[in-house]
């Protein structure tokens, strides 16, 4: 009896689905600097078109703070993209968050503000403070799920 050699197949492991959870967590441990930033936008603007030394210093904070959104923003979206897929009732919010963030991800804050008083880093900047109100928007639907955390 000839016996032909089979290669073994590994067992298939379905992609786990991310838990409502896990997904609130993600968006909790980040919202705050995000809130924060948004909420500073206008001050941050007038600190950028100042001309005292305390204007300056305000407007590299500032900066610093885009950068941040942003890295948080590229951050959360991997957490998120990394989990699986959401569960059904939360299919149109993950894809809404992952939206918002989107622009704060791509902005390249970090990069093209290597030189704070460049044209790159205004864009970049803009680019995270025309987008932010959005995101927040986005975050407050996140409240009833962060709750059950």
Do not use: F
């Amino acid at each position: 009896m000839d016996h032909a050699k089979q290669t073994p197949t590994p067992p298939h492991h379905p992609r786990l689905a991310a838990s409502a959870d896990q997904l609130a967590s993600i968006i909790s441990n980040n919202e705050q600097a995000w809130r924060d930033y948004e909420a500073n936008i206008d001050s941050c603007t007038k600190a950028g078109e100042g001309v005292t030394p305390d204007d300056y210093i305000r407007a590299m904070g500032c900066i610093k703070n885009a950068q941040n959104a942003s890295n948080l923003a590229r951050s959360a979206t991997d957490a998120i993209l990394a989990l699986g897929p959401p569960p059904p009732e939360l299919t149109v919010l993950v894809t809404e968050t992952l939206n918002a963030l989107a622009p704060l991800s791509k902005s390249n804050a970090a990069t093209s503000c290597q030189d704070a008083t460049s044209d790159r880093c205004a864009k970049a900047v803009d680019q995270i403070d025309e987008t932010a109100p959005t995101l927040v928007e986005v975050l407050d639907q996140w409240t009833p799920y962060e709750q059950l955390k």
